[in-house]
Structures are given as structure tokens and as C-alpha cells.
């Protein structure tokens, strides 16, 4: 049994957590942005008063939440991560955020003698609670294969990117422009389908079967069919990543002019308040647009 920390407990972060305590570890948690689910407290989760105690009782400490300057706050603010750890500790960051910057944050951790893991995570609420994420990691391989018990907990397909930190970020900037580009397809087919007259249900259920298939047509195809884009990974966050993604290709002098066009989709989102819905409501973009609503 390890002593765990656990940082951000909220749609991704709770049933992640839970997995670590039902495989028998220690949770040591700390309120960070959302309240502690009760589910773990009563479990027998250790509640500290700051990510400081946290990283005070634990030998390794996961974080998990939404984007660069939270990650930044839980290590370095007064009462954070990096004041309460001593050598040996390992920090793993499983929140998706700049590469660049977690380079510079595993510096500042190194020189603590700790070891920094970037391991972000790719499944949504879905893969989260079923234990099925992909797990992209970045970090020294003596620290991986520590880690690596733990991460088994949580997800299936876990791959050491690279032994360099911001390996297992980068990673997961070209998953997000992969799943924002299969959405905006799966969004224009539908839309397609159904202007024409057509059932996108029954087009969904067809192309399931050929070589168009794919987890966002058979997972986010459903949602935007039934209308249902209660969050499971919103478009806010989906924007981050993407500006995240542009501002990397900008850097490298590179262009990804659909990534750009699938941003501008979401912003349009943000536009009409659905910054806070699923990522499959993209199509509302394209349904203002086109004055027709496919379901």
C-alpha cells in the first residue's frame, strides 16, 4: 500500500481516486476548487489543509486539474505541493497543460530531488470511471515503472511517450487536435445528412459498420443525434488544449489551419454560452450556421 496524494477531484479526478482507494492505497485529498466527495472522505481518505500537507504525508502526489496556472498553483503557491516535499517524493501531473511550462515545473522539482511525471490522460468521464484512460506519459523510466502500479489503476493503454517531461503533454495536444477534427467531421456529416432529408441516426448506425467508424462517431455521434451534451469533457477545456496546439505550431513556424477552423468552431460555442457543454456541441456551431438543428 502506498500513501497517495490526490489533488482535483472533480469529473476526471474523483472516479480516478477512487480506483487508488479501492486498490487498497492510502488517499491523503485537499479541497482545491471543488468540494471533497464524500465518497472518499467516508472511505477513509486522510482530508489535509493544504496541497503543502498533502505533499508532507504522501510519497507521491497526484494532481489533476483544469489547466497551466492551476497546475502552477498547487506546486509553488505558499502553501503548495513543493514546500511540503523532501527527496525521494514523486510528483505526477495528470492534468493537460503547456509542455513547455512543465518542463520548467519538473525542473524546479528535480532540483527538490524529486521526480516529475507529465501523464495526461485521454477517455473522458467515460474512461475515467470504467478504468479505461489512455495514459500518455513523459518522464524519467525509473519513474515511470514506479508509477506504473498506480497508473493501472486508472487506465489500459499507458505509454511512456518519452523520457523527457513534456513528452506525455505533447502527446495529448495531438490527441485533442485529432478528437476536435473527428468531431467537426462527424458534426458536417450529420448535419449534411439530415439537411438532406435523411435520418443522422440511421446514417450513424450505417457508417458504424464501415470504414468511416470511430469512437467519436459511436460515443459523440449519439450525443449530438439524442441532443444530449451534458459535459463529460467541455468545450472550455477543449479550447485550451487547441490554444495550447496553435500557440506550439506558431512557435515551431508550422501550420494547422483545421485545427485553427475547428477552434473557431468552438469559440462560435463560447459565442452562444455552450462553453460549459459537452465538446460534441461543436455541431451547434454549424446548426446556427446553417439555421437547422439536426435532431
Do not use: W
Amino acid at each position: 500500500m502506498s500513501k497517495i496524494g490526490f489533488i482535483g477531484l472533480g469529473i476526471m479526478g474523483r472516479p480516478m481516486a477512487e480506483h487508488l482507494q479501492n486498490g487498497g492505497h492510502e488517499l491523503f485529498v485537499v479541497q482545491h476548487r471543488c468540494p471533497l466527495p464524500v465518497s472518499i472522505t467516508e472511505k477513509g481518505a486522510v482530508v489535509c489543509s493544504s496541497a503543502r500537507e498533502v505533499a508532507e504525508k504522501a510519497d507521491i502526489i497526484i494532481a489533476i486539474v483544469p489547466d497551466t496556472p492551476q497546475v502552477e498553483e498547487v506546486l509553488f503557491a505558499e502553501n503548495g505541493v513543493a514546500n511540503g516535499l523532501s527527496p525521494g517524493k514523486l510528483f505526477i501531473d495528470m492534468s493537460s497543460i503547456s509542455p513547455i511550462a512543465t518542463k520548467d515545473f519538473a525542473s524546479r522539482l528535480n532540483a527538490l530531488g524529486c521526480d516529475y511525471l507529465d501523464a495526461p490522460v485521454s477517455g473522458g468521464e467515460v474512461g475515467a470511471k470504467a478504468a479505461t484512460l489512455t495514459i500518455m506519459v513523459g518522464g524519467p523510466l525509473v519513474a515511470f515503472e514506479r508509477a506504473r502500479p498506480l497508473l493501472e489503476l486508472m487506465g489500459k493503454n499507458i505509454t511512456l511517450v518519452g523520457e523527457e517531461n513534456g513528452a506525455g503533454q505533447t502527446c495529448k495536444v495531438a490527441n485533442q487536435i485529432i478528437v476536435a477534427l473527428n468531431i467537426e467531421a462527424v458534426s458536417e456529416a450529420l448535419l449534411f445528412a439530415s439537411r438532406a432529408g435523411v435520418d443522422p441516426e440511421r446514417v450513424r448506425q450505417a457508417l458504424m459498420g464501415g470504414f468511416a467508424n470511430s469512437r467519436i462517431l459511436e460515443v459523440h455521434g449519439e450525443r449530438m443525434t439524442k441532443r444530449s451534451f451534458d459535459p463529460g469533457f467541455r468545450i472550455g477545456l477543449h479550447q485550451k488544449d487547441l490554444n495550447i496546439a496553435l500557440d506550439g505550431a506558431r512557435s515551431m513556424g508550422i501550420s494547422l489551419p483545421n485545427t485553427a477552423t475547428a477552434q473557431e468552431l468552438f469559440n462560435a460555442c463560447q459565442g452562444h454560452g455552450l462553453g460549459d457543454r459537452d465538446h460534441s456541441a461543436m455541431i451547434r456551431a454549424l446548426e446556427i450556421m446553417a439555421n437547422h438543428e439536426i435532431g
